[in-house]
């Protein structure tokens, strides 16, 4: 007679269910933090947008009012579009003389401060000589001098040099307030470049001139870009070295220009026009980061991603 040996006791479906319950909660604990977490940040993200974009917006919408509606119902929209204001601005109010003058120093300033940056920094960055660390130092001691403490000095400078109230003076002094900044970030970036490409162009004969000029500036791109980007910036919107270095009325920019017309009528103020003016400083800016925005952030998590 066969006798057949019991079999080991199952274990009740309750306890597998118990023990993948257990194992489920931290995982969803988790998830709903990160939830939390990304709606938090998307919230604080939209509260920005707002902040910066509802300023924008009120200072375009204003440009097309008159000066009653202004004061009278500034948070409204416009009952007709005043295209005088623009107008008035543009000719009545020299802003076209401004705009020309600006976009003469920025311009010229700008190329200069990025030449002269990137050479100084790939000198920096690449070659290895006495006194290196010591001249890199300068510049970065140079973005913490305050401005302020230079302006007579810079006064005196350019009055023995016959540059004061002239558009090469103020360019000169643009390049050299600009160019601390510049050789450090793209010192930095020149670093985070192959050098092997640099190598074999010595190789191939090419000098350091050429190899500058010709491989290592381009493949710099994104660092000049971003840098550009950020120096347009602060020469655009600059006013303390203007009003102390260039006092010509003839030869005034857009910072100097936008006072002269909120001032321009005594106490009673041309706000239309001033917000027009206003609204003409802020295009090229605007434009410059719509266009641009891409390259300057490849510029700025280049050294990053390496």
Known sequence: MKTTDT??????VEDRTQVVKEKVPPEKAKSSEGGILNAFSHGILIIWAIMVVLPLLWA?????????????????LPDKLHFDNWSRAWSQAHMSDYFGNTLIVVGFSLVGTLVLGSMAAYVLARFEFPGNRFIYFLFVGGMSFPIMLALVPLFYVLNNMSL???LPGLILV?????LPFTVFFLTSFFRTLPTSIAEAAFVDGASHTRTFFQIMLPMAKPGL??????NFLGQWNQYMLPTVLNTDPDKKVLSQGLVELATSQGYKGDWSGLFAGL???MLPVLAAYIIFQRQVVQGLTAGALK
């Open 60 to 76: 375009v919408m204003t440009s097309f009012k008159d000066d009653d509606s202004i004061f009278s119902s500034p948070w409204s």
């Open 225 to 230: 870009v971003s840098v550009g980007i950020f």
């Open 7 to 12: 079999p080991p006791p199952v274990e009740p």
């Open 279 to 281: 609204v003409m400083a």
């Open 174 to 178: 643009y390049i050299a307030y600009s």
């Open 164 to 166: 004061l109230n002239t």
